[in-house]
């Protein structure tokens, strides 16, 4: 069977697949494991590992808040009870003190609070998740960005509107003359600008907008805030590299004035007998 397959093979492609059908075929049968590492076999979660197990969590810890409830409201099931000594494993807390109603809401608001910190942590990612893709797609692809930043269009249930009345209450907005009273007011506004000389028109050039372009700040993507982290890391491995120097000896003018830089607004002299130490 496999011959036959193979001879009508009419490319590589072709024949590593009906390889691996075969290979797979044959594991199966003998009931060995099969590594698909390596192969297209699906598309993987896109969901990190971490998110995954904090949502777990976020559920475990609302299923126990529902049964501390129930506990508190005197439900003694079994299963309730056993929940309400897993929630207190590890401490003092008895079910059958006077104050396990103040324990209870102590607890249950305790794991309110850590919902809220896990479901911030989340939120935290998705936007940053969110700026991040927003950013390379408009690098790469602007109509995209913009088109995903379009909300969605309802279309209506009803019946559509009739295209004569539409037609008439717009054309009564804007092609009707209307005749305003503005009023005495507004001769008493005119005449006191009247003495106001007029300002000269304002021509911007493509060399002015590039410009002020130049100087904001720049929102569309990461690489300005990349630009100064890196501008940091430069800076520190260079005062790393002339403080290595100044302690192997090298006593050069620009390399005291960078270790004197270093040291500024300290008590640090750099003639104190444990200077190498510091």
């Known amino acids: 069977m496999l011959v036959t397959y193979l001879e009508a093979s009419r490319d590589l492609c072709e024949t590593d697949s009906i390889l691996f059908g075969a290979a797979l075929a044959v594991c199966r049968i003998i009931g060995a494991k099969v590594s698909t590492a390596g192969r297209a076999t699906g598309h993987s979660s896109a969901i990190p590992a971490w998110r995954r197990r ?30 309400v000594r897993m929630a207190f494993a590890g401490t003092n807390v008895s ?18 609070q850590r919902i809220a910190a896990w479901g911030k942590r989340i939120r935290r990612y998705t936007e940053r998740s969110t700026r991040f893709n927003q950013n390379r797609l408009f690098q790469s692809d602007q ?6 930043l379009e909300r969605p269009m309802v279309s209506g249930t009803g019946p559509a ?5 539409t037609v008439a209450f717009w054309r009564g907005l804007w092609s009707e003359p209307v ?75 620009r390399i005291m004035r960078t270790v004197r830089m270093a040291f ?9 007998p444990d200077i190498t130490q510091i």
Not at 100 to 109: A, C, F, V
Not at 143 to 148: A, G, H, N, Q, V
Not at 244 to 253: A, D, I, M, V, Y
């Open 54 to 83: 904090i949502e777990e969590r976020i559920a475990k810890a609302r299923a126990l808040i529902g049964r501390l409830i129930c506990f508190r409201s005197g439900n003694n099931r079994p299963r309730i009870v056993r929940s």
């Open 95 to 112: 079910l059958s003190q006077p104050d396990i109603t103040q324990k209870l809401t102590e607890r249950i608001d305790d794991l309110k």
């Open 143 to 148: 109509k995209r960005l913009y088109e995903s």
């Open 161 to 165: 509107p009739n295209q004569a009345d």
């Open 179 to 253: 005749n305003h009273s503005e009023g005495p007011w507004t001769e008493v506004v005119a005449s006191q600008c009247a003495g106001i000389t007029p300002m000269n028109p304002v021509i911007i050039t493509p060399d002015d907008v590039a410009e002020a372009v130049r100087r904001a700040p720049n929102w569309k993507s990461l690489s300005a805030w990349r630009k100064r982290i890196e501008d940091r890391i430069a800076k520190a491995r260079a005062l790393i590299g002339r403080l290595t120097s100044f302690r192997s000896g090298n006593n050069r003018p």
């Open 264 to 272: 500024a607004g300290t008590n640090i002299s750099l003639f104190q």
